[in-house]
């Protein structure tokens, strides 16, 4: 795609970028063609609006033809820019590791509600975080707790470059380490608190899902085998020896899946709490401890 104009502005590049993206079926056209426009000059997204009426040169042009290209490619924008807002906190995104969805915040909240709950936010609390992928959830975390120490896990060595560089960044290295392993194998225990955003998508359901996702985030993440529970069950397995007595597993759940991991919980003998609704109603965080 080459953006063309007797006079190419800020605006009217906005504009022409904008309704390719809606063209090409991509719902947050308008915000996307901000984002991209503003990275591919080096300036701030109000700079936009505020300036609509500045010329772009040839060299402009070119750099935003090269973003709207990979953006027309069905590429999220996170990957096109390397990073990722989670949880207030920006996070280097790779090849090699999820887009964090604000859906996945429904697991922090969880967490800190237990955590408030029971008094224990200035606590000396140990953390797993099971397929840790760029570290989001076990860095959200620790950032809300300034005692607490972590562990992430991971089956790519690659993930796991991504969670540390993203520690380093915002200076939680010193807490927390990561570990290459699946799920939690050789891992002691105990933790006050496991959370996991497991793969969950059945292999069959792969191919239907969005090009954002089936094109670009790292088979491996999504892939949880042919009724998209072996992660959960993995985790089951392992919770008994992992949990502290008292604490609190938590896992994200697919859109529809909370029955089925709900009693494959109960079935590993495990106690398990009412689940918790992501903003759009559905099922999103489970909450599991070790029947007493």
């Known amino acids: 795609m080459t953006l063309t104009a007797a006079t190419p502005t800020l605006a ?21 063609a901000r984002l991209l426009i503003a990275h591919a000059l080096g300036i701030d997204r109000s700079a936009i609006v505020a300036n609509g ?5 040839a060299r402009e042009m070119q750099a935003i033809d090269a973003l709207a290209a990979r953006r027309l ?11 990722k807002e989670f949880w207030s906190l920006m996070l280097d995104i790779t ?7 604000p859906d996945t915040e429904t697991v922090v909240e969880a967490a800190l509600d237990f955590v408030v709950r029971d008094g224990l936010r200035m606590e000396r609390l140990r953390i797993l975080d099971i397929g840790t992928g760029s570290g989001a959830l076990l860095l959200a975390l620790l950032s809300e707790l300034p005692n607490a120490l972590g562990t992430g896990t991971d089956i790519s060595t690659a993930a796991l470059a991504v969670a540390r ?7 939680l290295a010193s807490r927390c380490t990561f570990v290459a ?5 050789g891992l002691q225990g105990p933790f006050d608190l496991i959370v996991s955003n497991p793969p969950y998508v059945a292999h069959g ?9 089936r094109d670009y985030d790292p088979a491996v993440a999504l892939d949880g085998g042919s009724d998209g529970l072996d992660g959960y069950r ?28 709900r009693a494959l919980f109960t079935k590993a003998g495990l106690t398990v709490g009412k689940a918790r609704d992501d903003l759009s109603g559905i099922a999103r965080a489970l909450s599991v401890t070790i029947a007493p």
Do not use: M, W
């Open 205 to 213: 359901d792969i191919a239907t899902l969005a090009p954002e996702v």
């Open 165 to 171: 560089a993203n520690a380093e960044r915002h200076g």
């Open 234 to 261: 993995a985790i089951a397995a392992d919770a008994g020896r992992l949990l502290a007595p008292g604490g609190r597993l938590i896992v994200e759940l697919g859109a529809g899946q909370e029955g089925a991991v």
């Open 53 to 57: 009426t500045r010329a772009l040169n």
């Open 73 to 83: 490619k069905h590429e999220p924008v996170a990957r096109i820019l390397g990073g």
């Open 12 to 32: 009217s590049v906005r504009q022409a970028l904008a309704e390719s993206f809606r063209k090409a079926g991509i719902d947050s056209a308008d915000v996307d």
């Open 95 to 101: 090849p090699y590791v999820l887009v964090p969805r």
């Open 181 to 185: 392993c699946d799920i939690a194998a």
